[in-house]
């Protein structure tokens, strides 16, 4: 049996759902100017998978690198969500 397209089906869905929090969390704390942290991210693992020989480790990265580099427009757009109404204003944090 073969469970490669399991697990990487089983990653992928873990990664993405991990993000989604990681990106609401993140717009609270910070805003928009941590957007660069996900870029660094996704470039790492970007090179990473292109180093790597094994198949399972280098889909990961690769699902992980576009799921940082998506969660880049998810912030813009969370913020908009924020300014909605959808998702709680960090009172405690400065607008610029």
């Known amino acids: ?48 998978s292109l180093l790597t020989k094994a198949i399972i480790p280098s889909t990961i990265l690769g699902v992980v690198a576009f799921s940082s580099l998506w969660s880049i427009l998810e912030l813009f757009k969370q913020r908009k969500r924020v300014e909605k109404g959808w998702f709680p204003k960090n009172p405690n944090r400065k607008e610029k």
Not at 6 to 34: D, M, N, Q, W
């Open 1 to 48: 049996m073969n469970f490669t397209g399991i697990v990487i089906g089983v990653s992928s869905f873990l990664c993405i759902g991990l993000f989604h929090p990681i990106v609401i969390k993140a717009e609270y704390y910070f805003g928009t100017r941590c957007w660069w942290v996900f870029l660094l991210v996704a470039v790492s693992c970007i090179v990473g």
